[in-house]
C-alpha cells in the first residue's frame, strides 16, 4: 500500500466545471407545523462543503494529488467560504468571478441522517455568459496529467468539446462526469463516468449485462470515446473499452447512508490515480473501492489514503486460506493495488511430499503473493485413474494452506485451470516437469497481459506416484 500512497504524490489534476457550495442545515423534528403538512426541524448546526466540480478536487487532493480547479462563481460570500475551505484543503483555484451571477448553492435540511428538502440557488442561464474559463484552461493545462470535466449542467461547461479538443491536442487524458441525454457533447473524450440511469436515457434500457456492454462498446466507437465506466449502484461498476475489453467490479458499500457527491468521489479517484501512472483498470479499482467508502458518510464527502488502506486491507489478511473465487478475485486485486507481484500454480496435490514443499517455495521466491489452483476429487480421477485422488479436495486444500509460502488456494472443476487462470490473470504463472511454455494451460493469457511463465523442474525420485508405489510393495 506504500506504493501507491508515495504515487499519488507527483500526480497534478486539472478540474473544470460547475463549482457549487453544498450548504447543511441540521436539526431535530417533532412536531408538524400548523401551517402546513411539513415537519418543523429546530436548526441547530449548519456546515458548509464545496460541492460538485470542488467536491472532485477535494477527493484529488484527499488522496495526496495536486488539483487545480476552474470555475465561476458569484461575487458573494457563498464564493469566498468555497475558495477559503478549498484552499484550506491544498486546491489551486482559479474562479472567474462575476457581480451578476450568484454563486452556485445547494440547500439541504436534514433531521436523524434523512434529507428532508433540498433548495438550488442557481442561474444557469447567466453561469454560460460569463466566459473566461477557456483562457484560463490553456494556462493551466501544460502542467497537468488528466483533465476532468465536472458537468453539472450549470453552465460552465456549455461549450464542453472546446475543452476536450484542447485537452486531446495536448495529449492530455479527458475524463467527464457527464449530465444529460446528449452524450454528443463529450465526443472525443477519453473516458465517461455515466451512472446506469444516464446511460439508459442515451442508449435505452439493458436487460442483461452482455447487452450493457454491447450497447456500451457502440457508444464508445459512435463518439470516439477512449472508454465508459457505467456506475450501478449496488450492482458496481462495469468499465468498457473501445477496443472490446469488459471489466465488471461488485460494489463494495457495507451500508449506505447518502449516495450525495459518490459520482465526484469516482471520477477524483480514476483522475488521480491515472495521473499518479496506475492503468485504467486498477484506477477503476481504487475508484469502486472509494466509492464504497463515501456512501456510508452523510453529504458529499471525500476519501482518505487511510480509509483506502483499511479498506484494501479487508481483502488482504484472511485466516483462511481457502477462498471462494469470487473472494480470491478481490484478494487479487488489493494486493495488485499495492504494488503485489501475483504468482500462480496448479496440480492435483494428492499426497504432499519433499519434492512439492521445495516447488512451493520456489514458486512463491518468484514474487509476493502465491496461488495454487487444485484439481477437484473428479478431475483427479479423470486424470489419474479412478483409483486416486487418495486424498480428498478438504484435506489436499487444508494441507497446502497450511504451508508458510502459500497465500491462497483454490479448486476447479475443470481438467485445466485455463479459465480460472484468464479469470485471475497472475503475474507469473508457474509449472513444475519438462514442459515448453506454449504447452501449460493459460500461458498464452498471462504472457498477453505483460505477465512471464516459468517452469521449474521437480526433485528427483520425488513424487507421489513413487510414493503410493512404495506403500504398495511394503504391503504385497
Not at 484529488?60 to 465561476?72: C, D, E, K
Not at 514474487?367 to 479423470?382: F, K, P
Request: proline content about 4%; overall charge negative; charged content about 20%.
Amino acid at each position: 500500500m506504500n506504493q501507491i500512497v508515495q504515487s499519488f504524490e507527483a500526480a497534478h489534476v486539472l478540474i473544470v466545471g460547475d463549482v457549487i457550495l453544498d450548504r447543511y442545515w441540521y436539526g431535530s423534528t417533532g412536531r408538524i407545523s400548523p401551517e402546513a403538512p411539513v415537519p418543523v426541524v429546530h436548526v441547530k448546526n449548519t456546515e458548509d462543503r464545496p460541492g460538485g466540480a470542488g467536491n472532485v478536487a477535494l477527493n484529488v487532493t484527499s488522496l495526496g494529488a495536486a488539483a487545480t480547479l476552474i470555475g465561476v462563481t458569484g461575487s458573494d460570500s457563498e464564493a469566498n467560504t468555497l475558495q477559503q475551505q478549498l484552499l484550506a484543503r491544498q486546491v489551486h483555484c482559479v474562479f472567474t468571478e462575476c457581480k451578476d451571477i450568484k454563486t452556485v448553492t445547494k440547500l439541504r435540511v436534514l433531521s436523524q441522517q434523512q434529507q428532508l428538502i433540498r433548495l438550488d440557488f442557481e442561474d444557469p442561464a447567466s453561469m454560460q455568459q460569463a466566459g473566461g474559463l477557456i483562457a484560463d484552461f490553456k494556462a493551466q493545462l501544460q502542467t497537468a496529467d488528466v483533465v476532468v470535466l465536472s458537468d453539472y449542467a450549470k453552465g460552465a461547461l456549455h461549450d464542453a468539446q472546446a475543452f476536450i479538443s484542447l485537452a486531446r491536442a495536448a495529449d492530455k487524458p479527458v475524463l467527464v462526469d457527464p449530465k444529460g441525454s446528449d452524450f454528443s457533447r463529450y465526443r472525443g473524450a477519453s473516458l465517461i463516468t455515466p451512472n446506469l440511469k444516464e446511460f439508459e436515457a442515451v442508449v435505452g434500457p439493458s436487460e442483461t449485462d452482455e447487452e450493457l456492454a454491447s450497447k456500451a462498446i457502440a457508444l464508445c466507437q459512435s463518439l470516439e470515446l477512449g472508454a465508459l465506466l457505467v456506475t450501478r449502484s449496488e450492482r458496481g461498476m462495469t468499465l468498457v473499452e473501445r477496443d472490446g475489453s469488459i471489466t465488471h467490479l461488485p460494489a463494495k458499500a457495507r451500508e449506505v447512508f447518502d449516495v450525495t457527491g459518490a459520482g465526484d468521489t469516482v471520477i477524483g479517484t480514476l483522475a488521480a490515480s491515472l495521473a499518479a501512472g496506475h492503468s485504467l483498470v486498477h484506477a477503476t479499482a481504487l475508484a469502486n473501492t472509494a466509492a464504497g467508502i463515501v456512501v456510508g458518510h452523510v453529504g458529499a464527502a471525500s476519501v482518505t489514503v487511510q480509509e483506502l488502506e483499511a479498506a484494501l486491507h479487508e481483502f488482504v489478511v484472511d485466516s483462511t486460506k481457502s477462498l471462494s473465487e469470487d473472494e480470491l478475485v478481490k484478494a487479487v486485486e488489493a494486493a495488485r493495488l499495492r504494488g503485489e507481484t501475483i504468482v500462480m500454480t496448479n496440480g492435483c496435490f494428492d499426497i504432499l511430499h519433499a519434492g512439492h514443499v521445495q516447488y512451493l517455495d520456489e514458486a512463491r521466491s518468484l514474487g509476493d503473493r502465491l496461488i495454487i489452483a487444485v484439481n477437484d476429487d473428479a478431475s483427479v480421477s479423470r486424470l489419474k485413474g479412478p483409483q486416486r485422488p487418495v486424498n480428498t479436495l478438504q484435506n489436499r486444500c487444508r494441507v497446502l494452506a497450511a504451508l508458510s509460502s502459500v497465500d491462497w488456494v483454490i479448486p476447479f472443476s475443470e481438467d485445466t485451470p485455463q479459465r480460472i487462470i484468464e479469470r485471475l490473470i497472475p503475474d507469473v504463472l508457474v509449472k513444475g516437469g519438462d514442459y515448453l511454455p506454449e504447452q501449460i494451460a493459460g500461458a498464452d493469457c498471462v504472457i498477453e497481459h505483460g505477465g512471464s511463465v516459468r517452469v521449474l523442474p521437480f526433485r528427483d525420485n520425488c513424487s507421489t506416484s513413487s510414493i503410493i508405489a512404495a506403500i504398495q510393495l511394503q504391503e504385497s
